[in-house]
């Protein structure tokens, strides 16, 4: 009688460290670290060049340990692109789609040299996507979100100090006490919004954490993160923050969620009143709203949302290019104040802006409305793909990432973190990982 063969089973690599891999972790680690803490005080641009300079070269040195001299036939790049769920696969084709739109759109832009030098940005930041997607991020994945954390902590305990002005590692010239809380990111949105994916973040290790010491940590993080989020009174980074937190909650515990959820709008309201600058920014918004102040409802974004418009109405293939809304920004507004017969007030006259303070809206107008359709394709694609495997699989590390990407997505429609190093290199990052971890069969590694 014959016997039936077993098939064999997957069988684990006994392939030793891959030091393309642990070079691109730790390089990726300095990114995150850098563009959170580096500031040059003698630079023009005391906090955005140091960042910016760290991010550069130490993108392109992880890309280069990790596809260059990372084990071969184990990256991204050579992965079948062919695998996992639709969703997957068209998030990155779509991809794909924005990045080759985007190079067109430089290519044909009446200011190409500026469009040609953002195009060159977008191309070295986009590595991160898969370098996310790497085993550099999937060997290194603890330690990049421990530096993470860990650097924001530093910021939002200097934040939390210059508050109470007990502590001011430099002099700043601002113009309003609001301004002077950016810890070592600067700006008091970068900074907030940073710690909104940081707080995010720290509530799904909090919520799938195996142990109890993970637990505390997690949860004393949370807990200083929302502290400084309370301090920076930044309307947008709360509401990602609540966005994110809702996403986590939901997945994790379906229909109870309710009742954390409902918690955590009773913990927000008596912060609110508890805390005299943020009771001041609620009656700030409630008053504008009342009286029908736009403007001030939207912190002044009208001019550049109006501006956008207009420059993906006038360019509506290829836009204007790449980084060229700052140059382009006051003659449409001006075109948008004679179309809308309204001002667009700015809260000073000589007030401009290089974004238009939505990611979105910033595809359309600088590379069309082609590529910004792609672009929202490939998003939304992202996150149905790793949705699926959080709900299907009961991943963990899906549902964090998931609650992660709808924070940055919520914050991209008022501001503009895919633009600043420091809340752009986890929120790629993250991105990349989301698609590696979202194919049928993918191992999501457990937790973050």
């Not at 006490?177 to 290790?205: H, K």
Request: contains cysteine.
């Amino acid at each position: 009688m014959s016997k039936k063969r077993r098939k064999p089973g997957p069988v684990a690599s006994r392939a030793g460290p891959d030091p393309g891999a642990i070079a691109g972790a730790v390089a990726l680690a300095v990114v995150l670290a850098g563009t959170a803490l580096v500031v040059d005080s003698g630079a023009a641009a005391a906090f955005d060049a140091p960042k910016r300079l760290i991010a550069v070269l130490g993108i392109a040195a992880a890309a280069a340990a990790v596809f260059a001299f990372g084990r071969r036939g184990e990256g991204p790049l050579l992965a079948p692109v062919t695998e996992g769920p639709p969703a997957r696969r068209l998030a990155l084709w779509l991809a794909a789609a924005t990045l080759a739109l985007a190079v067109v759109s430089a290519l044909a832009s009446p200011r190409s040299p500026v469009a040609l030098d953002a195009m060159r940005a977008i191309v070295l930041f986009g590595l991160l996507l898969p370098l996310g997607a790497s085993r550099a991020v999937a060997v290194g994945r603890k330690w990049l979100v421990g530096v993470f954390l860990g650097a924001t902590a530093v910021n939002s305990i200097v934040s939390i100090l210059q508050s109470r002005n007990l502590y001011q590692p430099f002099p700043l010239e601002t113009m309003g006490a609001r301004q002077e809380t950016g810890a070592f990111a600067g700006n008091v949105g970068y900074l907030a919004i940073a710690l909104s994916i940081a707080a995010v973040l720290a509530l799904g290790l909090l919520l799938y954490a195996p142990s109890r010491g993970r637990r505390i940590v997690s949860g004393a993080a949370l807990a200083l993160f929302a502290v400084a989020l309370l301090v920076n009174l930044n309307l947008t980074a709360l509401t990602s923050t609540f966005a994110g937190a809702a996403v986590v909650l939901v997945v994790r515990y379906r229909r109870r969620a309710l009742i954390p959820m409902a918690a955590a709008v009773l913990a927000a309201a008596a912060a609110v009143a508890a805390y005299a600058p943020l009771r001041q920014r609620a009656r700030e918004i409630s008053a504008a709203a009342r009286t029908g102040n736009w403007d001030a409802l939207v912190s002044f974004r009208g001019g550049a949302w109006a501006a956008g418009f207009e420059m993906a109405r006038e360019r509506p293939l290829l836009g204007y290019g790449p980084g060229t809304f700052g140059a382009e920004y006051i003659p449409h507004r001006l075109a948008a104040e004679i179309r809308a017969k309204r001002r667009f007030v700015a809260p000073l006259m000589t007030s401009s802006y290089a974004e238009t303070h939505c990611d979105y809206l910033q595809v359309f107008s600088d590379a069309g409305i082609p590529a910004g359709l792609a672009a929202l394709g490939a998003l939304g694609c992202l996150l149905a793909a790793v949705g699926s495997a959080a709900v299907r699989r009961a991943s963990a590390e899906a549902a964090i990432l998931l609650a992660v990407l709808a924070a940055g997505a919520t914050a991209a429609l008022t501001w503009f973190p895919l633009q600043r190093p420091v809340t752009a290199v986890p929120l790629l990052l993250a991105a990349g990982r989301a698609w590696r971890i979202s194919g049928d069969g993918e191992e999501s590694g457990g937790e973050s």
